[in-house]
């Protein structure tokens, strides 16, 4: 039976393609762009992470944890990675919720179940599931079976890409997939390896070889204020899309929401000061697109 990590599953989403969808994150990441609002979704094995601001240093997570993984250091629990199994019975233990366990196998059968719950919203909304991450073609094999589960029941399928993956697995999702969500953070090379830790060229192949084979490509642009916001680099992305026959970009302002998780998984947020678009440079983004002949859309 196939199985993946799956990082959440989210239920009435309306910000991952048509109409009200189920989106499912599978854990992993080639990526890790400093923006990240998911910083927990990157590694791509389950693992505990620890909230030191809700902790009550009340010590139950030790005495629940059967391989004694967890010591203490001035009242503050420490987890030693080479001892624990991620089996999560310490963050079932704690009272506060400082402990959690991100990300659980799951396998197709059990994910479905799941997403064939809210069966009666997708037909009303022309809604259905998507796949996103972390990278959802970082698990391709789980990828394709989840895929082939829901066309098999009907249900239009998306998936959220950054494009960083093997061709061959994105060729073989592209069968099984109505719309594609792909990301393009940056047009130059080597400031996109600054921003996300990789360079663009496999990214920018992919997207021209899926743009040959497969015609229901929406662009997604996070807008980074001083990053990648420069009018020279959003019409460069503009003109491929129109080079590419790609008709829709949606422009994904930047926030600044996730950044309190980063000291949860021992990172630290590095954009601590950005400051998220106005309204008014978001409208001005969009009509320059728009001058492209591009349908564009603010959001998700
Ligand atoms: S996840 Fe399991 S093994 Fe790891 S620290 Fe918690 S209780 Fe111990
Ligand atoms: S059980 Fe939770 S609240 Fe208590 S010490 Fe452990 S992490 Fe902190």
Not at 201 to 206: D, G, R, T, V
């Amino acid at each position: 039976m196939t199985s993946g990590i799956v990082f959440d599953i989210q239920r009435f989403s309306t910000h991952d393609g048509p109409g009200i969808r189920t989106t499912v994150f599978l854990k992993g990441c080639p990526l890790s762009c400093l923006w990240c609002h998911n910083p927990e979704s990157k590694q791509a094995e389950p693992a505990v992470v620890y909230d030191t601001a809700k902790c009550l240093r009340c010590g139950l997570c030790a005495k629940a944890c059967l391989q004694g993984a967890i010591s203490f250091d001035k009242g503050i629990p420490t987890l030693d990675s080479n001892r624990c199994v991620v089996c999560g019975r310490c963050s079932k233990r704690c009272p506060a919720e400082a402990l959690e366990l991100v990300g659980r196998e799951m396998t197709v059968v059990e994910v479905l179940a799941e997403i064939e719950k809210d069966r009666v919203f997708y037909d009303e909304s022309g809604g259905g599931v998507t796949v996103s991450g972390g990278e959802p073609l970082i698990q391709p094999e789980f990828l394709c079976a989840l895929l082939q589960g829901c066309r098999q029941r009907g249900i239009h399928t998306t998936v959220d890409t950054c494009g960083h993956a093997q061709w061959q697995a994105m060729a073989k999702v592209s069968e099984l997939t109505d719309v594609f969500l792909y990301d393009i953070k940056h047009m130059d090379s080597s400031k996109h390896h600054e921003f996300t830790g990789v360079s663009n060229e496999l990214i920018l192949e992919n997207l021209k070889c899926l743009s040959r084979i497969h015609h229901g490509i929406i662009l997604r642009l996070p807008i980074i204020p001083g990053l990648n916001d420069d009018l020279e680099n959003l019409l460069m992305t503009g003109r491929l899309a129109v080079d590419l026959g790609i008709s829709q970009v949606h422009l994904l302002p930047y926030h600044g929401i996730g950044a309190d998780k980063y000291t949860r998984v021992g990172e630290v947020y590095r954009l601590p000061e950005l400051v998220a678009p106005s309204p008014l440079r978001m409208e001005q983004i969009a009509a320059e697109l728009r001058t492209l002949g591009l349908k564009v859309k603010i959001g998700g």
